[in-house]
């Protein structure tokens, strides 16, 4: 007759309590414990990796409309330097200020940034000075990025102006 | 059974006590052991997301690096030309300017323009006409301004105006 | 579990031995571990019948089996409704007048059988109900472990095992068994054997025999029966369920029986129970030579495993007047149990 559950033997019990006691504090002290340590510090190693890649995140979308912007507003500034520069083109547009006009291209030289810019000469004739008014003004607006510049002769003739002045184009494709 | 007519009742190594106590002893181990392995389990899963999010955002750094260059060339761009475009408009003003400055009685008949100078042929009917409502305005704007005339047979004189700006650099 | 059985020899086991004699029980306990017997200590407990156990002797069964981990409990078996048979096939418990139906058996080198009726026995299991029982054991195998210590006779040898309560005559023949009888000497109603059979006549005993021969073939339903025959003043001698014959022939034992008080008288020497084995003896050796049922061969010796106590002069009355030779030996029935619970738990 087991009556062991009955008659407890305090020996035994206290025994194995004891047992019990030093197996669950070895688990835990010596086995859990670390780990958790561990487990804490990784978490808070993870959550800042995290954080600091939202922020990250954060200031690529800022970064990224900043980019769309500026290609929104300088559309037009942006194009005129992708286009590559048409010698006819100029003629057909300069053609609406000027009569006769001929392109002579001078030299072609290495931008000291990322542009090569083209210098040619002018040379067309004109009724008045306000043809080149307008055709200055028409500039800024015209497919290719050109500067006027010196030397710009002028001298009046029978009926007509006839003028020579130099334009730099700046061309980014030309680096290409 | 071989001598005794009942057969003798189990006998058990460990009473029901000392089971149960083995019993629980060993559950309770195996639930620390399985919490334990929950724990290692999420810790390396913190530590390999961790690396992953790291990594993740080195490459989100290296976008904005990438689109800086690009922001960074559209600006360029964009101050490039808008400098060529108010370079043109000062042109366009300076030489309106100038083609204002000459009085109905004064009539040019060449110019040339250099960026540091200016030198202007034209007809006045008097050199006081020139000087005063010609000379007296370029003077202002030009460092240096010299003047000569020709008589014409006409009574009118041909004049060439030399002015320079001088620049600090001393290019001409 | 197997690894228990394995495991067990190494550890502490006690092999306590229950016997009833008298007014009181008896108690070996033995300590065997790693074959080697550590500890024996007995203990007496008064009985006040066999209804009951003592709460004193519970408690000390149950203080033993708290103490060790692996117990057995072994009890001898005095209750009447066992025997012996030569066989072991259904037709020899019938030629036996045994109903199978209602006893379990041991079969013994596959030549004989040893039965208890399983009313006795789960008359025993009650009785420990709170201690538990192992083993019981019947005074035959008891008997049967003494007889094989010794060199197997060829010739028919008679053997008679002599307890308080109850005496086992069997007659062996090289080993196997050729008759078994078993008497029941006290009963619960009595406190003291010797005044009894003093009150009660040989006739009666006769009677008995005569009345039980005429109930026919008991079977152990019988036992209820002779309840009902406690008209007669005590059933003090039960036979085995075995029908005897009536006891009729006259024969120089006859003379005894048939006059009991000369018995008394001519014997002066012969006392008590002294008289109870003499009579048993002869009415067993009747059987065995006028029954057909048994295969007769002379009998020359006796040998007598006395547990109580046999007096010189039954010895010299049976070397005189039934000539036979007679070995004693004096046994301890409580240790000898003891010892076949433990050659029979660890094998």
Known sequence: ?176 | MRLSFIAPRKKHLFSIFTKVWIVFIISIVILLNIFNLFIVYKNSDYKQTAIKIKNQRIQLEKDIENIDEKIGFILRQKAVAEEIYANNIILKDSIKNLFDLVPDQITLNKVIMEKNSLVIYGVTPTKDAYNFLLSAPLKSIFHTSQTIFYLTDKGWYNFVSTNKIINPEGGE | MALTKVLQKYFSNIFISIIHQDNEWIITSKVVRNGVIKDKFIENFESDGRDNIPSKMEKYLEKLQTEYNFAYIAVFLDSMGQGAISGISATDFQKNSVDMKSVTHINIDKNWVVYASFIDINWIKNLFKNSGVDFIYSPFIVQNSLIKKQTPREQPTLYILNHNDSVTISIFENGNILFGAYFQTTTDDKIGGEEDWENESEEEGLDDLIELDNMGDDDIGGLDELDDLGDLDDLEENEDAEGFEEVKEKDKDLGHFSSGEEQVESNLELFGRDILIYKYLTSSLKEFYKNPLYKSNFIEKIIIYDGYEVSNELIDMIENDLLMDIEMHKINISEIVCDISIKEALK
């Open chain 1, 1 to 176: 007759m087991d009556k062991s559950m009955e008659k407890i033997d305090i020996i035994k019990l206290l025994l194995y309590l004891l047992i019990f006691i030093v197996a669950t504090l070895f688990m835990i002290l010596i086995v859990i414990v670390p780990n958790i340590k561990d487990y804490r510090a990784s978490k808070i190693v993870y959550k800042k990796a995290y954080v600091h890649k939202m922020r990250v995140e954060n200031v690529l979308v800022d970064r990224d409309n900043e980019l769309r912007n500026l290609n929104i507003e300088n559309r037009r500034a942006l194009t005129s330097f992708m286009h590559k520069f048409s010698t006819d083109n100029f003629i057909k547009y300069s053609g609406q200020f000027f009569n006769e006009v001929s392109l002579v291209e001078v030299e072609k030289k290495e931008y000291k940034k990322e542009f090569v810019e083209y210098e040619l000469r002018v040379s067309s004739s004109l009724k008045s000075p306000t043809n080149f008014y307008d055709f200055l003004e028409g500039l800024n607006r015209y497919e290719n990025i050109i500067q006027a510049d010196f030397p710009i002769r002028m001298e009046s003739n029978a009926s007509t102006i006839s003028s020579a002045f130099t334009i730099k184009v700046y061309d980014i494709n030309a680096t290409k």
